[in-house]
Structure formats: structure tokens, C-alpha cells
């Protein structure tokens, strides 16, 4: 089977404190961190035996805070990107970890989904490391979220990254009409792609590759089809890839982010990003 995986593990915690974000500046356990590890650690090690299944994975780590600045992590990353029939990795975070660590990976393998977060961090700390990414020729594309605060931010973090690298924008959604249409030319202008994240999709009864050859595992193991989706459709390590897999018409009313959305056959996503659909690297 050739499958997606995300995976989010026990972290709650960040080292950023964004105002729209719940889990800013939080810090989690020892106990929840070494809980966090055991459960990674778990997941890698069942990759690794997925060879002999002959399965094809790609994996897309999309933890509550940031992971990169626990070595668990990063180590994951290297050991996976070693492994032959993971054909993909991806990572959100946002880049305030050292980044050294790279060098150990397989480029063409590991892709980050970068979060640039204006008044977090100095913007010239954040291009240093998306041109430390650059330098080695790891990929990567880079987003913000499209409050009005940022619009300045997110200009002058376009104008000086190199031009190849891909800047999208999330549409902020917490307010009805935030944008005039001024805004949303101005936010195309950054993201030619502004406007598929800025509408809500109709999905509810509609066939979605969520929880036939896409799957949400869970630190424990536990599998939903959908992020958003609380139903438990079964275990990773019980059940595998095999029997979890059934059609399943989704269940939410609509379908309102990127890493949900583009699972959605009807969309026909993929003849725009091509081999970049996971990470959101489009090909323009």
C-alpha cells in the first residue's frame, strides 16, 4: 500500500506564544516528555517494519508545538529518511531549533513546513536559518498566518527569500469577512494559492482519501481517519495499514484547512501541486 501518515505525538508545548495558538509558551512534563519519545520512538521502529509489508510511506509530523527542539525528533527524521520504501517526510515547525542536524538526512527525502510567526522572532533570525535550509539544498516552503498584524511581515519576508522558495499564506477564519478584497489581492500577491485556503469546502457525505490510504495516528497509537474527525477508526499497531483501510465519506460539515482539504478527490489538487501536495510546494 502507498500511504500518508501524520502523526502528532504527546507534546502540548511550544516556546512561542502566539495569540491565536493555545499552546503558546506551555511546557510539558518530564514525564510527558519522556512519554512523548517512548510513543516516537514506537512509531519509527513499526515504520521500520513496514518494509517487509512492502508498504510506501510518506510521513507528515504536525505535533502541537514545536518537535524540533527535542533531539527524539530529529533523530526520528534522520533514521527515517534512511529507510527505502519511506518515500517522503515533512515537518511543521518553526525554525527556532539548531538546525546542524540536518546534514544526517536525506535531502531529497525531508521536507519542512515552516512557520514564520511575526513578533516571535527577529525576521532576520528566521531567514538566516530558511537560508541555512537553502545553503544545503533542503526543502523546504514557508507560511504565516494572514492576520492583518502580519501583512507588513509577511511582505518583507517574500521580497527576501530567494524566489524559488514558495511563501503560502492561512487564511484567518476566526472572524466572518476579515477580508475586504483589497486584502485578499494583496495576500494573492504573496500566495498565488490564497484563495483554495481561504474557502470553506462543502464535505460532509463526500469521498475523501482520509482513512483509505491517508491516516491520523495518534501518540498511542490510536488512528482517526481526519484530524478533525474524533472518531476512532482503530490502532496502528493492532490493526495495520491493511485493515484500517476502508472508504469513508467524511463526516464534518466542511472541510476548512490544508492538510485536510487536499485529501478530497473532487479538488483534483494534485494537478496543481504535483509531488509537493504534502508540504504545499506547488508547482507555479
Given at each position: 500500500?502507498?500511504?500518508?501518515?501524520?502523526?502528532?505525538?504527546?507534546?502540548?508545548?511550544?516556546?512561542?506564544?502566539?495569540?491565536?495558538?493555545?499552546?503558546?509558551?506551555?511546557?510539558?512534563?518530564?514525564?510527558?516528555?519522556?512519554?512523548?519519545?517512548?510513543?516516537?520512538?514506537?512509531?519509527?521502529?513499526?515504520?521500520?517494519?513496514?518494509?517487509?509489508?512492502?508498504?510506501?510511506?510518506?510521513?507528515?509530523?504536525?505535533?502541537?508545538?514545536?518537535?524540533?527542539?527535542?533531539?527524539?525528533?530529529?533523530?526520528?527524521?534522520?533514521?527515517?529518511?534512511?529507510?527505502?520504501h519511506v518515500e517522503k517526510i515533512a515537518i511543521q515547525t518553526n525554525?527556532?531549533?539548531?538546525?546542524?542536524?540536518?546534514?544526517?538526512?536525506?535531502?531529497?527525502?525531508?521536507?519542512?513546513?515552516?512557520?514564520?510567526?511575526?513578533?516571535?522572532?527577529?525576521?532576520?533570525?528566521?531567514?538566516?536559518?530558511?537560508?541555512?535550509?537553502?545553503?544545503?539544498?533542503?526543502?523546504?516552503?514557508?507560511?504565516?498566518?494572514?492576520?492583518?498584524?502580519?501583512?507588513?511581515?509577511?511582505?518583507?519576508?517574500?521580497?527576501?527569500?530567494?524566489?524559488?522558495?514558495?511563501?503560502?499564506?492561512?487564511?484567518?477564519?476566526?472572524?466572518?469577512?476579515?477580508?475586504?478584497?483589497?486584502?485578499?489581492?494583496?495576500?494573492?500577491?504573496?500566495?498565488?494559492?490564497?484563495?483554495?485556503?481561504?474557502?470553506?469546502?462543502?464535505?460532509?457525505?463526500?469521498?475523501?482519501?482520509?482513512?483509505?490510504?491517508?491516516?491520523?495516528?495518534?501518540?498511542?497509537?490510536?488512528?482517526?481517519?481526519?484530524?478533525?474527525?474524533?472518531?476512532?477508526?482503530?490502532?496502528?499497531?493492532?490493526?495495520?495499514?491493511?485493515?484500517?483501510?476502508?472508504?469513508?465519506?467524511?463526516?464534518?460539515?466542511?472541510?476548512?484547512?490544508?492538510?485536510?482539504?487536499?485529501?478530497?478527490?473532487?479538488?483534483?489538487?494534485?494537478?496543481?501541486?504535483?509531488?509537493?501536495?504534502?508540504?504545499?510546494?506547488?508547482?507555479?
Amino acid at each position: 500500500m502507498k500511504a500518508v501518515i501524520y502523526y502528532r505525538g504527546s507534546l502540548t508545548s511550544c516556546n512561542y506564544d502566539c495569540p491565536y495558538c493555545p499552546f503558546g509558551k506551555r511546557r510539558d512534563s518530564t514525564a510527558t516528555l519522556a512519554q512523548d519519545q517512548k510513543h516516537l520512538e514506537r512509531f519509527v521502529e513499526w515504520v521500520r517494519e513496514q518494509a517487509a509489508e512492502k508498504h510506501q510511506l510518506s510521513i507528515f509530523f504536525n505535533p502541537y508545538g514545536e518537535a524540533l527542539i527535542h533531539r527524539w525528533y530529529r533523530h526520528a527524521l534522520a533514521e527515517l529518511s534512511s529507510m527505502d520504501h519511506v518515500e517522503k517526510i515533512a515537518i511543521q515547525t518553526n525554525l527556532s531549533a539548531r538546525l546542524d542536524f540536518v546534514d544526517q538526512l536525506k535531502n531529497h527525502k525531508v521536507t519542512f513546513w515552516a512557520s514564520y510567526h511575526p513578533g516571535q522572532v527577529q525576521p532576520t533570525s528566521f531567514l538566516q536559518q530558511c537560508q541555512f535550509l537553502y545553503e544545503r539544498g533542503v526543502s523546504f516552503t514557508v507560511g504565516s498566518v494572514g492576520v492583518h498584524s502580519a501583512f507588513a511581515a509577511i511582505t518583507e519576508l517574500r521580497a527576501n527569500l530567494p524566489k524559488d522558495v514558495y511563501v503560502w499564506v492561512n487564511a484567518y477564519k476566526d472572524k466572518p469577512d476579515y477580508y475586504s478584497d483589497k486584502d485578499i489581492e494583496f495576500l494573492k500577491s504573496i500566495d498565488p494559492l490564497f484563495g483554495l485556503n481561504l474557502m470553506d469546502y462543502d464535505s460532509q457525505g463526500k469521498s475523501c482519501m482520509a482513512g483509505v490510504n491517508v491516516f491520523y495516528v495518534q501518540a498511542s497509537g490510536r488512528v482517526k481517519r481526519c484530524y478533525k474527525d474524533r472518531a476512532v477508526i482503530g490502532d496502528l499497531y493492532r490493526d495495520g495499514l491493511v485493515k484500517l483501510s476502508q472508504k469513508r465519506s467524511c463526516r464534518m460539515n466542511t472541510c476548512d484547512c490544508y492538510i485536510g482539504y487536499i485529501h478530497l478527490p473532487e479538488l483534483e489538487l494534485e494537478n496543481v501541486y504535483g509531488s509537493g501536495l504534502l508540504e504545499r510546494n506547488p508547482r507555479l
